[in-house]
Nanobody, 128 residues
Framework: QVHLVESGGGLVQPGGSLRLSCAASEFSLDDYTVGWFRQVPGMEREGISCISRGVSRTVYADSVKGRFTIYRDSVSDTVYLQMNSLKPEDTAVYYC?????????????????????WGKGTLVTVSS
């Protein structure tokens, strides 16, 4: 069964850093556009970052721009989300998702209905 697996979540103090990982079963992430989404209980899931298939163009939501970095490691076939300067409002369940398109169009700020494959999420808690 095709699915994604996220890891790297946890508890971190404000101002701290975490790196989330997204790996795939049964296919290569190099052949997919990959997005990171997050969801706070009671609120709609939102796309915060995306890296496109092919040229690996990256896009970010304004809420994380300058603090988060998405990138690929083709050797390990993993997509990472490096999160720095974390704030309490970054607390959420973080999901990675993928689709075969070459574009991130429609991923940022949306729930990601155009994504084909999802992981089960990893919890990030930013608290002192």
């Amino acid at each position: 069964q095709v699915h994604l697996v996220e890891s790297g979540g946890g508890l971190v103090q404000p101002g701290g850093s975490l790196r989330l990982s997204c790996a795939a079963s049964e296919f290569s992430l190099d052949d997919y556009t990959v997005g990171w989404f997050r969801q706070v209980p009671g609120m709609e899931r939102e796309g915060i970052s995306c890296i496109s298939r092919g040229v690996s163009r990256t896009v970010y939501a304004d809420s994380v721009k300058g603090r988060f970095t998405i990138y690929r490691d083709s050797v390990s076939d993993t997509v990472y989300l490096q999160m720095n300067s974390l704030k309490p409002e970054d607390t959420a369940v973080y999901y990675c998702a993928a689709r075969e398109s070459y574009y991130c169009l429609g991923s940022i700020g949306t729930p990601g209905y155009n994504m084909d494959v999802w992981g089960k999420g990893t919890l990030v808690t930013v608290s002192s």
